[in-house]
């Protein structure tokens, strides 16, 4: 493509709707399996391609992050991937990864720490700041012997600290108090991770884990916002401007401000999409990184995490694949449509299916608990690729069999692609 220079009101481009899939899932390194072993040098690949890695608790199937390394890389040592991002950060270098509140909490490289100074500031004016805020009311005293108790004792995570608040209480899911306060300062800025064990996540006080260097780059709010929109850009490969603003979770109208100070530095083009229309069927302006190239093929058969940054966007993934979800994790049993922990299924560069896993780590299988076919999708043809795939799944979580239930249209094919593994229901 040309490059672009100006407002957004020149040089426009246009590109199918199946040239926009691939320049998407080509910038989030699909069809781009590495040969051999996953070592850390494809880890750390994989972080400078998507920037972040978000974090989410659930493992009914697979704790989030690990997911969408599989996705791209295929098989890999997930301690690995724990070295990288559980151990904690040294002062002496930038690095290695910290967590921040990006998109929503997620692994970074501690070298972009202080691109989130802003964000922290936004937290602490709106939740520690004001007259009435808890932390200058009711958790002053908590905060205050918090940043004393990990001064003096360094590193803690919030079972390791005793207090007589130290009980589950309140609003915030159960939280102790001391949990709330953590929280508080980790998302103002006054606190970072140092780590985590089985999980749970490590606090410190920011000069006890990241370098001085770091600590002492203050980039202002605009280029802050700049920097990661072009990152945003760059990651989805193609967007909208409210795509682009979802990516680091950023107001519409920086996002709108940075966008326009990119194009006219000929960083970023503005396309059409055929296809991408908004109110009114008007074609909605998307945006591309300048000279961006539109792969011939996408070649990938993948499971898609519902905290990928492919998903992550549901007006995006609707557009883009067609494809309407919804997580049903908080909707009670018998109100699921597709099940408990549902991933979409990537073949090539389309959505086609969507599969519900659970790793039964007790009985060593990998249970299919549903399994359905998009509209207009061959069943057998969808089955015939995702078998295989979920053959590595099994070995990569250390587990055995593939265990099919009888729920789903894609259930039945899928069940005799694998054998005639299924069970009853």
């Not at 039964?360 to 057998?380: N, P």
């Amino acid at each position: 493509m040309s490059e672009a220079r100006g407002t957004f009101e020149t040089m426009v481009q246009t590109l199918s709707a199946a040239a926009a899939r691939r320049v998407a899932l080509a910038a989030q390194g699909f069809g781009k399996a590495p040969s051999g072993r996953v070592g850390t040098r494809q880890l750390n690949g994989l972080f400078d391609r998507l920037g972040l890695l978000q974090i989410d608790s659930v493992n009914v199937f697979e704790r989030s992050h690990y997911l969408p390394g599989f996705a791209r890389l295929g098989g890999y040592d997930k301690a690995l991937l724990d070295r990288l991002t559980f151990r904690p950060t040294s002062p002496s270098s930038e690095a290695g990864y910290t967590e921040v509140w990006a998109h929503e909490a997620a692994f970074v490289p501690v070298r972009d720490w202080p691109l989130f100074r802003f964000r922290n500031a936004r937290f602490r004016a709106k939740y520690l700041a004001g007259k009435d805020s808890w932390g200058l009311t009711a958790g002053r005293d908590t905060i205050e012997w918090l940043r004393s108790e990990l001064a003096a004792r360094g590193p803690l995570a919030a079972s390791e600290i005793e207090h007589d608040a130290n009980v589950r209480q309140g609003p915030w899911w159960g939280w102790s108090e001391v949990k709330q306060a953590l929280e508080l300062m980790f998302r103002s800025g006054e606190l970072a991770t140092a780590g985590r064990t089985r999980f749970e996540r490590r606090y410190a006080l920011v000069q006890q884990v990241l370098p001085a260097s770091v600590l002492e780059r203050h980039p202002s709010e605009p280029d802050a916002v700049r920097e990661l929109v072009r990152r945003s850009v760059t990651a989805l490969g193609v967007g909208t401007l409210s795509d682009i603003a979802d990516y680091y979770r950023l107001y519409t109208a920086e996002t709108k401000a940075a966008l326009h100070d990119l194009v006219d530095a000929g960083e970023v083009e503005r396309v059409h999409v055929h296809g991408w229309t908004g109110a009114g069927g008007r074609p909605l302006a998307a945006f591309v990184p300048a000279g961006v190239r539109v792969p011939r093929a996408i070649s990938a058969t993948a499971v898609l995490s519902p905290f990928d940054p492919v998903v992550w966007e549901r007006d995006r993934l609707l557009r883009m694949f067609g494809m309407h979800y919804r997580i049903e994790i908080y909707t009670p049993a018998p109100k699921r449509v597709f099940g408990y922990y549902v991933l979409p299924v990537l073949v090539d560069d389309e959505i086609v299916g969507r599969v519900d896993l659970k790793s039964d780590r007790q009985a060593e299988v990998l249970r299919v608990q549903a399994a359905w076919v998009e509209e207009g999708r061959s069943a057998g043809a969808v089955a015939e690729r995702l078998a295989p795939l979920l053959g590595s799944v099994a070995e990569w979580q250390g587990l055995g069999d593939v265990m099919v239930a009888g729920r789903g249209n894609l259930a039945g094919a899928l069940a005799d692609e694998l054998g005639g593994a299924a069970l009853a229901g």
